[in-house]
């Protein structure tokens, strides 16, 4: 694995020429930070481009994402208590194939005095390194599906624009839920899609800051409501790729929760019965315990079928428990993973195991579950047959970049 090659990163209305950024190493690991590329490769020298209208901070009394003029970026750092928030961008680049890429970049301007020990800033370092290594070491096998792909720390000498900056280079995701949910855009739809991308990170034995508890945890979720091929009705209903970011309180986690994040009409808010402190805050953030719901499976009914079928097949992973009570007793719920096809257990007979069979006859194991699964078994079971088969120069086929259902 070769790090990427140094890249140009250009902002409109600076007078200059692009800077040119090299790739940091992450400490802690013992090889230059790396992850899947991008599909199709970037150009020889990927140039970056960030708009005069592309560069934003979450406000912090309400959350929402402001834009701000780039001239700000001087700015950053000079508060003499330190930062509230980080300050990030949306840049564009264009493919060999001619097809426009959206990156994240998060910066820290005048890296020489914010990242010193000394500085009330040196928390958003300590930050960017740990999302990265948390990506490195916990998310490589979900790059580009529920979190993005991350290509690490880089970092570029501006001068005496904003002296040395260090960023963190990560796919674009779109809005964040905490700006959404005061939107035309916060419909139920959307909030199953909320809960089911954070179920599905729990499978793959991940945390993301062990609360979720307010409303601050939701600038991490994010909706890609800007993608060119995201229609309003596919915004609307449910159908916009949702992604989780930002990891560095992240952790691993062995989920025990007992029951899907899908209205169940009943407060376990932070309640032992639910198994899982984060999902449970998700579901009642979400508002799924509100008692205006009629749930398709009363929540006592649900535990009960989940602690029959858990004792009778105990060497299944819960990811997989969860995927079958899902499937049994709220199929007319979107499936956790749409691509896998679900049967064995019902209703009334636990006694079956669940057989997870793939649209390309390979099979889930559900010893194994999702916590260490593959990129493409998680590919798959996301998007089945709308999995997209690229062709690689060489002729062989990689994952490639799934597209909408
Ligand atoms: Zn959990």
């Not at 300590?126 to 880089?154: C, M």
């Not at 929760?257 to 198994?275: E, H, Q, T, Y």
């Not at 649900?302 to 199929?331: C, D, G, M």
């Amino acid at each position: 694995m070769t790090p990427l090659r140094p890249i140009e990163v250009h902002f409109e209305g600076i007078e200059r020429e692009p800077f040119v950024a090299e790739m940091c190493r992450v400490p802690g690991s013992d090889r230059p930070f790396t992850t899947a590329l991008p599909h199709p490769p970037p150009p020889e020298t990927l140039k970056l481009s960030v708009a005069s209208d592309a560069f934003f901070v979450n406000n912090y009394s309400d959350n929402h994402r402001i834009a701000l003029p780039i001239s700000d970026a001087r700015l950053w750092g000079t508060c003499s208590g330190g930062e509230l928030r980080i300050f990030y961008a949306r840049a564009t680049a264009t493919t060999t194939e001619g097809e426009t890429m959206r990156f994240c970049l998060r910066f820290i301007f005048d890296a020489e005095n914010n990242t010193r020990k000394i500085s009330p800033n040196y928390v958003f370092l300590e930050d960017l390194i740990a999302d990265a290594q948390f990506h490195f070491k916990h998310l490589r096998a979900a790059a580009g599906t529920i979190v993005p792909a991350h290509y690490g720390p880089w970092k570029m000498d501006t001068g005496k624009w904003a002296g040395v900056v260090v960023f963190s280079l990560t796919q674009w995701c779109g809005t964040p839920w905490a700006t959404i949910c005061n939107t035309k855009y916060n419909t139920l739809a959307n909030r199953l899609l909320v809960g089911r991308t954070f179920e599905q990170l729990h499978d793959l034995g991940i945390q993301l800051t062990r609360s979720m508890g307010c409303t601050d945890n939701y600038c991490q979720v994010l909706l890609d409501i800007e993608h060119p091929s995201a229609t309003p009705e596919r915004c609307f209903d449910g159908r916009a790729r949702c992604y989780v970011v930002s990891f560095s309180n992240a952790s691993v986690h062995n989920c025990q929760r007992k029951l899907p994040v899908l209205p169940i009409a009943r407060s376990l808010f932070n309640d032992p019965l639910f198994g899982c402190d984060e999902l449970s805050n998700v579901s009642a953030l979400m508002g799924f315990m509100e008692a205006s719901f009629t749930p398709e499976t009363a929540a006592d009914e649900a535990l009960r079928w989940h602690k029959e079928y858990t004792t009778r097949h105990p060497t299944h992973r819960n990811s997989a428990v969860l995927i079958a009570q899902r499937a049994s007793l709220f199929p007319n719920a979107i499936p956790l993973y749409p691509g896998l096809d679900v049967t064995g257990p019902s209703r009334e007979d636990t006694s079956v195991e669940v057989s997870l069979s793939n649209v390309d006859g390979t099979t889930l194991d559900p010893a194994q579950g999702f916590e260490s699964c593959t990129m493409r078994q998680l590919a798959l079971g996301l998007w089945g047959r709308y999995l997209h088969l690229r062709p690689r120069p060489d002729g062989t086929n990689s994952t490639g970049s799934p597209v909408h259902g």
